[in-house]
Each structure stands twice: as structure tokens, then as C-alpha cells.
């Protein structure tokens, strides 16, 4: 029999199991995301009203958000200039992750509202998960985990220097 070896994932079974105590959570964690700390906090990128961060419990290898830093879940009340610099983040990291990773594709989304998803319902941020062929496996199917293929603090790494 094969072992997959995914530590970190331990992180996100422990907090699914308390559901009810991160909805009483009372920081953002995006907000979180503006104080120093950029290496710790997976901040890939800053700009003047928006950032890049990846996400800590990814779909996929090289899952990113991209988030103002006015904390909104209003989609209409993002200024120009906000969305704007959103965009260009995301042409700039979808631009890096073809570099990094060469991905055959790309899922991007928005998810508004609670009932949409939303793990952040009042600080909204643009999903960006690169997608190959063949990636998903049985593994959701049997037992709820999907496998990431490469750690974090790696990933991090090499795409800080792709993504600038």
C-alpha cells in the first residue's frame, strides 16, 4: 500500500470540526493580511488597494486570492481603481503561474455571499486556481481530502519570484 504525506492538511480537518467556533471568529483573515509579515502570512504581493495572497488550505497547488484591502463583500461598492489594480494582479499572477506551473487552464471566480460559499462573506476576493488535466482523483470521491502536491512554504517561495 501507498502513503500520501500531507501534513499541513491536519490544519484544516482540525478547524473543520469547529464550524460553529470560525463563524464567531471576529477577525478578517484578509485584514489580518495587511499588517507585516508577508512570508508568514503568504502574501505574494502588494499593491496600492489590493494584494495577493495564497491560500492556506488550496484546491489546487498554486490557489490564489486576490483581495482589496477595504474590507467589502459588496461587489457594486469596489472603486474603479480597485478593480482595476485586482485585474492587473490577476493578469500578473496568471502570468506567473503559466511561468511556474503550466497549467492547462484556470478556474476564477467570486463567491458573494454566504450562501454562495464564501469562506470571508464580508471581505470579497477573486479565487484563482490553476486546473491540469487530469488532477482531480478519486481521493475526493472515497474520503473528502484532496491531495496538494507541494508544500506551502515551497510554493510560496518559487512563486515570490515569479509573481513581482
Known sequence: MKQLWAPWRIQYIKQSNQKEKKNKRK???LCLRKIDGDSQNLVLKR?????VIMNRFPYNAGHL???PY????VLESIKPIEAQEMF???QRCIRGLKKLYRPDGFNIGLNLGLVAGAGAPDHLH???IPRWCGDT?????ISDIKVINQELQTMYQELKKVIN
Open 88 to 90: 492587473d494582479l490577476l
Open 47 to 51: 499593491g496600492k488597494y489590493a494584494f
Open 126 to 128: 477573486i479565487h484563482l
Open 65 to 67: 486570492l486576490i483581495a
Open 27 to 29: 477577525e478578517c483573515f
Open 137 to 141: 482523483n478519486f481521493m475526493p470521491l
Open 70 to 73: 477595504r474590507h467589502t463583500g
